[in-house]
């Protein structure tokens, strides 16, 4: 069955340091693969997206997710963490092209000064 | 603020009793999905509408739930006799034709039921 799996329910990294949230996904074809984040009290705001091409993907807030059919992967990165940062972060597919997104569980993402 | 809008943000009902949410999209959006997220969980596909047309519907939405985008502009989201199993968020997000348009998410309305 198609899915969507975020290994990690909580990360650490200490402030000015690089963070990598993970992601993997199952499907037979190609997906178009998300990462959205979700601060408390708010909507879940949308980072960055992979369709097709370039296998590294630049978005917002100075993110990136690097796309890896190999290891059929897609881990959300940034060279140096933010306290600000810190919040709830889905990876989400539309794995059958068919506009359902499947959403991962979420990775909590804490970042100390 | 020009994004998706979702009303009431909060509702707390008594088992058994009906509930509707509204949600209103980015208005150039013709596309509007409605999910479901509980604690600990990501966001779960409900339903989904291009313009007016309901498209395709969970199996997770059973037959207590309803959904409608009359005039293609805002949908509703009905629940009828509610469950304690129903308590969750409900999310509204929308975005333009195209399949791998992101989606534009609201706030959510959150549900609890007693």
């Known amino acids: 069955a198609q899915s969507v799996a975020q290994p990690e329910d909580q990360v650490n990294v200490a402030e000015g340091n690089p963070l990598t949230v993970k992601c993997t996904y199952s499907?037979?074809?190609?997906?178009?693969l998300f990462w959205y984040v979700q601060y408390p009290n708010r909507g879940l705001q949308f980072l960055l997206k992979?369709?097709?091409?370039?296998?590294l993907v630049k978005g917002s807030y100075g993110f990136e997710a690097e796309f890896n059919k190999s290891q059929t992967s897609f881990h959300l990165k940034k060279p140096s963490a933010l306290v600000s940062d810190s919040a709830l972060y889905f990876c989400?597919?539309?794995?059958?092209?068919?506009?359902?997104?499947?959403f991962g569980t979420g990775t909590r993402l804490q970042v100390f000064p | 603020d020009t994004g998706v809008s979702q009303d009431p943000r909060h509702k707390i009902t008594k088992r058994g009793q009906n509930v509707t949410f509204r949600c209103d999209p980015i208005?150039?959006?013709?596309?509007l999905y409605w999910y479901r997220q509980t604690l600990g969980q990501g966001p779960e596909f409900l339903t989904y509408?291009?313009?007016?047309?309901?498209?395709?519907k969970s199996r997770l939405l059973s037959d207590r739930f309803s959904a409608e985008r009359p005039k293609g502009s805002f949908s509703t989201l009905e629940i009828q006799r509610t469950e304690q199993g129903d308590s969750a968020m409900y999310l509204c997000?929308?975005?333009?034709?195209?399949?791998?348009?992101?989606?534009?998410f609201g706030p959510g309305t959150r549900l609890t039921v007693l």
């Open positions: 509408f291009q313009n007016e047309a309901q498209l395709e």
């Open positions: 499907v037979s074809g190609n997906p178009y």
């Open positions: 208005s150039e959006h013709n596309r």
């Open positions: 989400a597919g539309d794995l059958t092209d068919t506009d359902k997104l499947i």
């Open positions: 997000a929308s975005s333009v034709t195209l399949t791998y348009n992101e989606q534009f």
């Open positions: 992979y369709i097709t091409g370039d296998n």
